[in-house]
C-alpha cells in the first residue's frame, strides 16, 4: 500500500503518456509470486479497498514499473586490488565492464584503486578505503542528471568536455592502470619506415603519451556536437556538504567523522587548451543545519575545508593545500584512461545523447524512463533537485548529530575512537607504481644507444666494480 501514497509525485515527474511501458531487463508481471502472504492475497475486503486506490490512477502499473526500476549508471573500467559492489543484500567483486545500476555502493580496500565509467561521459576514480553510493541517473531531453553519496575516502570526479587536451611528451602518472584491460586504447608503437637522407630519424623513439593526446583529440573533435548536445548535471552528497553543479571535475576527501576537503579542477590542472564553456550553472556547496538552505560558491584551482559538523568552510590556500599535491599528481597526465572513456562513450552512451529518442523507446530498448526537462513548469527535473537539497540538508544533519551522541558515547564508556587522516595510504601504492615506471625509463631525445647503464641503474652500479 506504501506505493500508492507516491503515486501523485511520480505521475508529475516522468513522461509517461498514456501506453503502457514495459521496462528491459523487467518481468512483465508486477506480481511478486514468492513473497505472497496467502491469506492476505485471499482477503476479499484488502482486494476491494487495493481496488478503489488502483482505479483512481489510470497509470498505476507504468507507476509501479518505475518505482521498482533500477536503471544503469555506468561501467566499470578498471581495478587494481579488491573493489567490492554492494547491491541489495548480496556484493561481489568487479572488473573490466562490469555494470553499476542505480542503488549500487562501491567499495574500494586497502592498497585497492578504482576507475568507472558514468552514462555521461564522467570518469571517476576511488582511491583506498573509499566508498560511494549511486544515488540515481536522470535523463531528460536536453539534461543528464546523476545523484551520488561520497560516503567516506579520496574520490576523482572528472565530467568530460568537449575541448581538446594539450599535446604533450610527458610520462602518464597514473601508471598503476597500465595496460588497461582495453586493447583499442593502449599505446601503440608507429612502424617505421627507413630513409637513407636521413638515418638518426630511424632510431629516435616516439613519445607514446603524445600519440595518445594526438588520438584523443581526434575521438573529442569527432562528433563534438553530438555528444556535447545535453547538460551534465552532478548533485554529490557527503556527510557534512553537498556538491552540485554543471560539468563537475572535483576531487573530494570525505574523512569519517571529521573534515571534508573539496577543490574543482581548472583548466591548467586538466591539461585542457582552453577553459570549457560557461556553466548556465556555478559549482554550489550546501552546508548542513536544519536553517542554513543558501548554497556557496567555491573557485577553481582551491582546496576547501569544510568542518566536521557541516557549519562552515574555508580556502585553505596554497600553502595550506600542499598536503594533497602528492594524491593529485596521481592523476595529472591520463590520456589512456580518458582515451578509454572516449571508446566507452561511444559504446554504452549513444541513447543518453540521442536528441530523437522517445519515452518508449528508451524504455522498451535501454531500460530508463524520460523524465521531464529542468525548465518545465510542472515538476520537471529541476522540481527533483529542489526537493533533493532540503531533503538531504535534512537527513544529513541529523545523522550528523547523531554520530556526535554517539562518539561522545563511546568516549564515556572509555573506548577509543580512531577518526580517519588523510595521508600516504591514499595514494602510497600508486606513487610505487609511479617511480617503479620511472626507474626503468630510458634517456629521450638522443641519437647515440641506450646502454644498461642508463636504463638499468642497478646493473651500472654492480658492473662498476669490474672497471
Known amino acids: 500500500m506504501t506505493l500508492f501514497l507516491f503515486l501523485p509525485i511520480l505521475l508529475m515527474s516522468f513522461n509517461l503518456g498514456s501506453a503502457e511501458l514495459y521496462f528491459k531487463g523487467q518481468k512483465r508481471s508486477l506480481t511478486r509470486w514468492e513473497g505472497i502472504n496467502q491469506k492476505k492475497w485471499l482477503d476479499f475486503y484488502s482486494w476491494k479497498k487495493e481496488r478503489e486506490i488502483k482505479d483512481r490512477f489510470g497509470s498505476w502499473e507504468n507507476l509501479k514499473r518505475e518505482r521498482e526500476l533500477k536503471e544503469r549508471v555506468g561501467h566499470v573500467v578498471d581495478c587494481r586490488g579488491r573493489c567490492l559492489l554492494f547491491r541489495g543484500l548480496g556484493k561481489n567483486k568487479i572488473q573490466f565492464k562490469s555494470t553499476l545500476k542505480e542503488g549500487d555502493e562501491i567499495q574500494t580496500f586497502k592498497d585497492s584503486y578504482l576507475w568507472f565509467f558514468l552514462l555521461d561521459g564522467t570518469m571517476v576514480r576511488l582511491s583506498p578505503l573509499s566508498s560511494i553510493t549511486l544515488k540515481e541517473i536522470n535523463l531528460t531531453e536536453k539534461e ?158 582551491q582546496w576547501y575545508k569544510i568542518d566536521p559538523q557541516g557549519k562552515s568552510f574555508e580556502n585553505l590556500g596554497l600553502e595550506s593545500s600542499k598536503k594533497f599535491a602528492l594524491g593529485e599528481l596521481m592523476t595529472k597526465n591520463i590520456p589512456t584512461l580518458l582515451l578509454t572513456r572516449e571508446y566507452f562513450l561511444r559504446r554504452y552512451s549513444w541513447f543518453v545523447f540521442n536528441p530523437e529518442i522517445k519515452a518508449k523507446e528508451l524504455a522498451e530498448k535501454y531500460g530508463h524512463r524520460l523524465w521531464k526537462k529542468w525548465g518545465e513548469k510542472k515538476e520537471g527535473l529541476r522540481a527533483r533537485v529542489e526537493f533533493l537539497k532540503e531533503y538531504t540538508r535534512r537527513v544529513e544533519t541529523t545523522n550528523l548529530k547523531e554520530s556526535v551522541k554517539l562518539r561522545s558515547r563511546l568516549l564515556k564508556r572509555g573506548e577509543t575512537v580512531h577518526p580517519m587522516v588523510y595521508d600516504n595510504r591514499f595514494y602510497k601504492l600508486a606513487m610505487q607504481s609511479y617511480y617503479k615506471f620511472l626507474d626503468y625509463q630510458s634517456g629521450s631525445g638522443s641519437d647515440k644507444e641506450d646502454l644498461n647503464s642508463t636504463r638499468h641503474p642497478f646493473w651500472g652500479k654492480v658492473n662498476a666494480y669490474g672497471k
Not at 145 to 155: D, E, K, S
Not at 243 to 269: M, P, S
Open 144 to 301: 543528464v542528471f546523476i545523484h551520488a553519496r561520497v560516503n567516506f575516502g579520496n574520490l576523482l570526479w572528472l565530467s568530460r568536455d568537449d575541448v581538446g587536451f594539450s599535446e604533450i611528451k610527458q610520462r602518464e602518472t597514473d601508471t598503476l592502470f597500465r595496460p588497461i584491460p582495453l586493447y583499442d586504447a593502449l599505446p601503440r608503437a608507429k612502424k617505421k619506415k627507413v630513409d637513407e637522407k636521413d638515418l638518426f630519424s630511424f632510431f629516435e623513439k616516439d613519445d607514446p603519451t603524445l600519440e595518445q593526446y594526438k588520438k584523443l583529440n581526434q575521438f573529442i573533435d569527432k562528433d563534438r556536437a553530438f555528444y556535447e548536445s545535453k547538460k551534465k548535471l552532478a548533485f554529490l552528497v557527503m556527510p557534512n556538504a553537498t556538491l552540485f553543479g554543471e560539468r563537475l571535475k572535483a576531487e573530494i576527501v570525505v574523512l569519517l567523522g571529521g573534515e571534508t576537503y573539496i577543490k574543482r579542477r581548472d583548466h591548467k590542472q586538466l591539461g585542457l587548451k582552453q577553459k570549457g564553456p560557461l556553466e548556465t550553472i556555478m559549482s554550489e556547496v550546501f552546508l548542513r543545519g536544519y536553517e542554513n538552505k543558501s548554497g556557496n560558491l567555491i573557485e577553481e584551482g
